[in-house]
């Protein structure tokens, strides 16, 4: 095409002196060009848009006390941020395998690390659940140690196109990875109440289920549909403020109790769309066979059901004799890196070593 009658695109423009919408944040999605952007970002406390701040690095390595030569899995590969940091402790000796479900952000990841050197002569990444992990150990044996990172990463979160979030418009989806599953919005279309409710008081401990599955059954009654993020945090917000004992609260109490109903009703369907704990019982049943002796074992949780789950699989796996020790006491993020990254607040992780 002749480039005098090529139309410019400008780049998108946003009101005031800082974007909002996550379009509008080219500087924070180009890390590569806009450093210092990432970095202000970054030291409020804030995870740029389109990037994902890894948690407990430190604590993960010192348990992990990792060797060049070792054979290394990190189940949930994300960002690479964890990736990153245990292969830099091999010294480009040994191999790392890394999977995940999410095929749009994985292929990126890929090719981050392959700018860093860490190429598939170094890393292989596989596109695939971490609950079929038995089926990598049989393909390469098993793993001097091993990281699963149960949290969404930030990338996701803050994309309104992937639906992960109540903060901003878009379908109302939640997939990890899209291409497979039904969405959270086709759930929603053919879920009864007894089952809405039961998924709000399992997966999240929601107080109101009751309260919010009778909404939404008698708004689908009238021809409502929930196609999107805003559509249900709408019902949240409607269904909170018509409680009798929400009434006597003030503004600002209101506001708190929707957003933290709003992110526990999020966070309950993702669990049932990706049936998080179905996988994470594979996960934990097969981490055993998975581990070479002496293998390591760590595992970061961010709500109280990944945690008693994992928690039980341990006990169990030590009594045993799998195990010959893990984590008396979960380890929480520092003080510091909380006031970092507040994403790391709720994370736990616990640990085993293979007998």
């Known amino acids: 095409m002749d480039q005098q009658n090529e139309k410019h695109t400008r780049r998108v423009r946003y009101r005031g002196t800082h974007p909002k919408k996550y ?7 180009n890390p590569e060009k806009y450093g210092d952007t990432i970095e202000k970002v970054i030291s409020k406390g804030s995870t740029p848009a389109g990037m994902h701040i890894s948690i407990m690095v430190n604590e993960i390595l010192e348990f992990l006390d990792i060797k060049p ?17 245990m292969m830099n402790c091999m010294n480009h000796e ?11 952000e994985s292929a990126k990841t890929k090719e981050r690390l392959k700018s860093k050197g860490y190429d598939e002569d170094f890393l292989t ?16 044996g098993p793993f001097d140690f091993i990281l699963a990172d149960l949290g969404v990463s ?11 979030s109540y903060k901003v418009e878009g379908p109302l989806d939640l997939r990890l990875n899209p291409e497979t599953g039904i969405s959270a919005a086709e759930r929603l279309a053919t879920i009864t109440r007894e089952e809405f409710q039961g998924m709000l008081e399992e997966n999240s401990d929601e107080p109101y289920a009751y309260e919010l599955s009778a909404a939404l059954k008698e708004a689908q009654r009238k021809g409502k549909t929930f196609d999107t993020t805003g559509s249900l945090k709408q019902l949240i ?20 109790l929707v957003k933290k109903t709003s992110a526990r009703v999020f966070q309950a369907l993702r669990i049932d769309v990706n049936n998080e704990f179905e996988v994470l019982y594979q996960f934990m049943d097969k981490l055993p066979n998975a581990l070479a002796p002496n293998g390591r074992a760590a595992i970061l949780t961010f709500h109280s059901g990944e945690d008693k789950l994992v928690k039980k699989a341990l006990k169990e796996g030590l009594r045993a004799g799998l195990y010959k020790e893990i984590a008396k006491d979960v380890i929480r993020p520092s003080a510091e890196e909380c006031v970092r990254n507040s994403r790391a607040r709720s994370t736990k992780m616990r640990w085993a070593i293979k007998a």
């Open 154 to 164: 930030s990338m996701q979160i803050d994309n309104p196109e992937r639906g992960f």
């Open 237 to 256: 917000e409607e269904t909170i403020l018509r409680l009798p004992e929400t009434r006597k609260l003030s503004n600002t109490d209101q506001k708190e």
């Open 69 to 85: 030569g070792q054979i290394g899995y990190d189940a949930t590969l994300g960002y690479g941020g964890h990736t990153l940091a």
């Open 125 to 140: 990444i596989k596109l695939m659940n971490f609950a079929d992990m038995d089926k990598l150990v049989e393909e390469v």
């Open 23 to 29: 379009n509008e944040k080219y500087k924070e999605l």
């Open 94 to 104: 040994g191999h790392m395998y890394a999977t995940d479900v999410d095929p749009i």
